[in-house]
């Protein structure tokens, strides 16, 4: 085929479309759809149904989001919220540790996002595991914990409720209630121990007991999201074990939302040191697991790929991968110097 045959009417077979196209309008409708801001791997999925659902998702809005203007004022004063939090707290507590989310901005609109959707469709309670990467972040912008908390743990008071806790602030967690088309939506953040991956089965076990408590058979009423770190989502064991027991009838949750921030970067580890694989995501292939690589400089797209993982899991009731491709502005952690832990 070449340009002579641009013009030339072929049919379009599966492709979201009417059965016969131009040569040109094909080409136009794949590269609109796979060449953009949205990366999707679906093709090793053996359920047909699976992958023409997400086929067809993707190729009838050519990926591309189309938001209101209020939706998109409400991604930009996320996207606002989260880059003034970590500016603030890098000129008035310079030097401390907080694992800033710098790079990564993308994730809090995200998860607003995730939520306000999930309400909508029915939720009534999602459970958030994450490390310490951008949990101040999530835990002032999401959680809506209360920044004079946060502020009295940098200068090193203890409040009433952090009494006897005696933990790092970057592993505290939160919950709260968060105010939803469909209703209210109670939010847990969960505690997390300096070991990277390891609250993932405890988010997934807290869910599964939720859902028994509610006698949620559908398993649509309580959500679980676990957000983790490129080098930690191919690297940890427990990530492969825990999706192992992903579609075991003791164990399953009804599907997980995993988002994956990946800032291309382990401590100082870069990705062709830190794994065999061509993608960090590739573990969750063998659970077939939909992955949707998405652009962090496009909060649009990051909210319209984590609204079709929502869409798929509340489907189909299986895990699926947001991979998150942003980076790390500074280095591993503020008291860190880049310089010569990551030179050039």
């Not at 835990?139 to 809506?144: P, S, Y």
């Amino acid at each position: 085929l070449g340009p002579e045959d641009m013009d030339e009417m072929f049919p379009t077979g599966d492709l979201a479309g009417p059965p016969m196209m131009r040569l040109s309008e094909i080409v136009a409708l794949l590269e609109e759809t796979y060449c953009g801001h949205i990366g999707p791997e679906f093709m090793h999925i053996v359920d047909s149904a699976r992958k023409h659902w997400i086929q067809e998702q993707l190729e009838r809005t050519r990926a591309r989001p189309s938001f209101d203007a209020a939706q998109k004022k409400r991604i930009f004063s996320k996207i606002l919220h989260a880059s003034e939090f970590e500016l603030f707290l890098h000129t008035r507590y310079t030097g401390q540790k907080r694992f800033s989310l710098e790079g990564a901005e993308s994730l809090i609109p995200m998860l607003d996002h995730l939520i306000q959707k999930a309400g909508a469709a029915g939720a009534k309670e999602i459970v958030i595991g994450m490390a310490h990467r951008g949990r101040l972040n999530v835990l002032a912008n999401i959680m809506d914990k209360p920044l004079s908390m946060i502020f009295a743990e940098f200068e090193g008071e203890l409040t009433e409720i952090a009494k006897g806790q005696g933990d790092v602030k970057y592993h505290l967690g939160f919950s709260n209630d968060a105010e939803t088309p469909g209703g209210r939506v109670h939010l847990s953040l969960a505690f997390n121990p300096s070991h990277l991956e390891a609250i993932g089965p405890v988010v997934l076990g807290s869910v599964r007991a939720r859902q028994c408590r509610r006698r949620d058979h559908q398993r649509r009423e309580v959500l679980p999201v676990l957000i983790h770190g490129d080098a930690a989502f191919a690297g940890q064991g427990i990530v492969a074990e825990t999706l192992n027991l992903s579609k075991l009838r003791g164990f399953r949750v009804g599907g997980c939302v995993h988002i994956v921030v990946n800032n291309q970067i382990g401590f100082t580890v870069n990705p062709f040191d830190a794994r065999s694989s061509m993608y960090a995501t590739d573990i969750a292939k063998m659970i077939q697991a939909p992955i949707l690589h998405v652009n962090g400089d496009d909060p649009e797209a990051c909210c319209f790929a984590v609204e079709l993982a929502l869409a798929y899991r509340n489907r189909f009731h299986e895990d699926v991968v947001v991979d998150l491709v942003c980076y790390r502005r500074r280095g591993h952690n503020e008291a860190d110097t880049p310089e010569v832990t990551q030179p050039v």
